[in-house]
């Protein structure tokens, strides 16, 4: 599967279009933690910001990330950008991350909101997404563990009312997670091996047809 496009421009799995975001509806609290009108908390006890599902429908909204597509290229291992099975060889699945080397230990146990990406896909998202231009570092991770959540943290105001806060990171356990409207699921990269990027090659959309800041960020 290739990238949807618009006006020429190849668009990521993961953003959002236009036709997509709803207005949230309203936000409760009690002193077990957060509610949302008319919505329920997953399996896992994560009160999630709803979206529409109409991708491709409106304009791209490069800088926003579809909160249930993501999710579901983070458990399944799907790349961001097509939507297709992300590459995997024996020394696990392909990741692009930030170029971190100068701390100690990383990449191991980088916990990341960015889903892993394909091989044809991987030369394009390097050279485009933002985050990662000219600042990119191929690895391959055996254990992927998606046990977190980034999202909108709130507090209990009076009386009863929440309000919200800072945005952040908790583990799917953390009781925290009670106070967060979630928006994406974040991984812990273990067992992680820095790759070469060049012997991945640039097979897929023609880099140069992806119009600036185009990569949703979190």
């Not at 109409?54 to 791209?60: A, N």
């Not at 916990?111 to 390097?126: D, E, I, K, L």
């Not at 699921?185 to 140069?208: F, H, K, N, R, Y």
Request: aromatic share 6%.
């Amino acid at each position: 599967m290739t990238p949807l496009v618009f006006k020429g421009h190849p668009v990521p799995y993961i953003t959002a279009w236009t036709a997509e975001p709803i207005p949230l509806p309203r936000v409760t609290a009690d002193a077990q933690g957060l509610g949302l009108l008319g919505h329920a908390r997953d399996g896992d006890g994560v009160l999630w910001r709803p979206f529409g599902l109409r991708q491709g429908m409106g304009r791209p909204e490069y800088g926003t990330v579809h909160g249930p597509r993501q999710r579901r290229c983070m458990r399944r291992l799907l790349c961001q950008v097509c939507g297709c099975p992300a590459d995997r060889d024996e020394r696990g699945w392909l990741w692009l991350l930030e170029d971190h080397r100068g701390e100690r230990g990383w990449p191991e146990g980088e916990v990341t909101t960015h889903p892993p990406v394909c091989r044809p896909c991987a030369g394009v998202a390097a050279r485009l997404c933002p985050h990662l231009r000219d600042n990119v570092v191929a690895v391959r991770v055996a254990r992927p563990v998606v046990d977190a959540v980034y999202g909108q943290f709130y507090k209990l105001g009076r009386p009863f009312s929440p309000v919200a806060g800072e945005r952040g990171v908790a583990l799917i356990s953390d009781p925290a997670v009670q106070w967060m409207l979630g928006g994406q699921l974040a991984a812990s990269l273990m067992d992680v091996t820095i790759v070469d990027l060049a012997e991945l090659g640039e097979t897929g959309p023609q880099a140069e047809q992806w119009p600036d800041a185009a990569a949703p960020v979190s």
